[in-house]
């Protein structure tokens, strides 16, 4: 909110990454309930809300400096992230795939925080109007009925590599 927008997709990459050890830590833990999975299951939809829905829309009102113009789009990345996690917590994947139904929260993350590495090249008059079609953009994909497939092996690796080459980016601008 203080206009340090690089550190900030710098700290959305760093919600993606912990996000996605999570569950391959948690399920190393021996001696583990099923109200243990459940209560982790509804811990990671809350850290996936603040992260996907609160702070996306807390950063594209920020870069529009909180004007009335950019409630909507907050409004819409919130939202879809709460239709997104309930869907998803009450049917799980897509039926007899391994692919989400819609854009995962994560994956919305990364998408945001490489669209924000814009910020400089664009005017700064421009970007701000970029960023929300973008947010709308991923939004409108968070809900959307796209079969995206879950990210294991090569494609988990390959994706955090590009979401750690998109962090690098955010650290080169910031300490130029």
Request: zero cysteines.
């Amino acid at each position: 909110m203080n206009g340090e927008f690089h550190a900030a997709a710098i700290g959305l990459v760093l919600a993606f990454f912990f996000d996605g050890i999570d569950g391959p830590v948690s399920k190393r833990i021996s001696g583990r309930t099923d109200n243990d999975r459940a209560f982790g299951a509804n811990i990671d939809s809350l850290v996936d809300m603040a992260g996907a829905g609160v702070t996306l829309a807390v950063v594209l009102l920020a870069y529009g400096e909180f004007q009335a113009a950019y409630v909507p789009g907050a409004f819409a990345l919130a939202g879809a992230a709460a239709l997104r996690l309930s869907y998803f917590n009450v049917y799980g994947l897509a039926p007899g795939t391994t692919r989400y139904v819609g854009l995962p929260t994560d994956q919305a993350i990364i998408a945001i925080a490489a669209v924000m590495l814009l910020d400089g090249p664009l005017d700064s008059e421009l970007f701000p109007i970029v960023l929300y079609g973008a947010a709308i953009a991923v939004a409108g994909l968070m809900v959307s009925h796209l079969r995206i497939p879950k990210l294991v092996g090569v494609s988990f690796y390959a994706f955090n590599a590009l979401a750690f080459a998109i962090a690098a980016g955010h650290a080169a601008q910031l300490f130029a």
